[in-house]
């Protein structure tokens, strides 16, 4: 009998495995073989898996029947998946919003909005400051001379124009820049 026993379990070490096990057993470390199962065992271990088998068609029918029985309720109670996901939406907006994480985020990035228009105030600040420094520098009051000399210098006053007028034979002469006049003062229209 011992070489009965002997035969069997050398048959069963050469006969390859399948699936998983077999994957593992042929990686680096071969795990150890379950020790040798008699017939009986066999059988008591194929009834269980078909029992458990079965379990789980019952249970995934039993499932399939609950969820069709949500749907049903959910319909008669005007709950679509549209308003569902919007519940969702708001919840989960909710959740995120009332966070440690978001409230420092969000005091963080109002810190930094308040750094930032400090910063752009004193940058124009700066700015204003330079362009008046120009504005008061002796090169610029030259050139503002300059071109009020030269703007003089090609608008006609007023009193030759008139006389031009006068002594013109076309018969109109204008002057080539317009002048602004000055704007009368606003008062009250009386009634």
């Known amino acids: 009998m011992e070489d009965t026993e002997k035969g069997s379990q050398q048959h069963s070490d050469s006969v390859p495995e399948v699936g998983e096990d077999a994957v593992m057993s042929e990686g680096p470390?071969?795990?150890p073989q379950p020790p040798p199962m008699?017939?009986?065992e066999r059988e008591e271990l194929q009834e269980e898996l078909v029992k458990v088998e079965d379990e789980i068609q019952t249970l995934s029918q039993v499932l399939a029947a609950k969820e069709r029985q949500l749907a049903d309720i959910k319909r008669k109670l005007g709950i679509t998946p549209l308003n569902e996901l919007k519940q969702n939406i708001t919840k989960t907006w909710q959740?995120?919003?009332t966070s440690s994480a978001y409230r420092k985020t969000?005091?963080?990035?109002?810190?930094?909005?308040?750094?930032?228009?400090?910063?752009?105030s004193?940058?124009?600040?700066?700015?204003?400051?330079k362009l008046e420094d120009v504005r008061n520098a002796p090169t610029f009051k030259s050139?503002?001379?300059?071109?009020?000399?030269?703007?003089t210098k090609i608008t006609p006053s007023a009193s030759s124009s008139i006389e031009g007028d006068q002594d013109s034979s076309s018969p109109s002469t204008e002057p080539l820049v317009n002048q602004p006049e000055d704007l009368p003062s606003q008062e009250p229209a009386t009634h």
């Open 143 to 151: 050139f503002e001379e300059k071109v009020e000399t030269l703007k």
């Open 106 to 120: 969000s005091e963080t990035f109002s810190l930094a909005g308040l750094k930032a228009t400090a910063a752009f």
């Open 29 to 31: 470390s071969p795990q």
């Open 122 to 129: 004193n940058m124009g600040s700066a700015i204003t400051r």
């Open 95 to 97: 959740e995120v919003t």
């Open 38 to 40: 008699t017939e009986e």
